[in-house]
Nanobody, 124 residues
C-alpha cells in the first residue's frame, strides 16, 4: 500500500503561482510513476501531469503545458509547480501513484493510489 498526502494548495490571484507537494509513504518501492489530476466543480477528474520513476518521461495535459512543471526529488516527494495560473485552473488537485504507467498520457485508471486532494482556487 502507498499513502499519499498533498499540500500547498490555496487561494491565489490570476497570474500567480503555487507549488503543490505530494509526500508518499508505505510501499513506495512498487511505484513507478507519479501523477497529478484535478477535479473542478461539476466536472470529472482530469489528468494534469505525470512523471516517471527516475524523474524523466514527463507528460502534460495540453491545458497546462508551458505553465505547469512536474518534478520529483525521489520516490517520496513529487511536486507540481503551477505558474501563470488562470481561474479555470481552480480545482481540487490530487496526487496519484502508479505501478504500471510507462509512457503516453495516462488516465486515472493507471493510478492505484490517491491522495486526499488539495484545493487550488484562482481568483480573477
Amino acid at each position: 500500500q502507498v499513502q499519499l498526502v498533498e499540500s500547498g494548495g490555496g487561494l491565489v490571484q490570476a497570474g500567480g503561482s503555487l507549488r503543490l507537494s505530494c509526500a508518499a509513504s508505505g510501499r513506495t518501492f512498487s511505484v513507478y510513476g507519479m501523477g497529478w489530476f484535478r477535479q473542478a466543480p461539476g466536472k470529472e477528474r482530469e489528468f494534469v501531469a505525470a512523471i516517471g520513476r527516475s524523474g524523466g518521461s514527463t507528460t502534460y495535459a495540453d491545458s497546462v503545458k508551458g505553465r505547469f512543471t512536474i518534478s520529483r526529488d525521489n520516490v517520496k516527494n513529487t511536486y507540481l509547480q503551477m505558474n501563470s495560473l488562470k481561474p479555470e485552473d481552480t480545482a481540487v488537485y490530487y496526487c496519484a501513484a502508479s505501478a504500471t504507467w510507462r509512457w503516453g498520457t495516462p488516465g486515472s485508471g493507471d493510478f492505484g493510489s490517491w491522495g486526499q486532494g488539495t484545493q487550488v482556487t484562482v481568483s480573477s
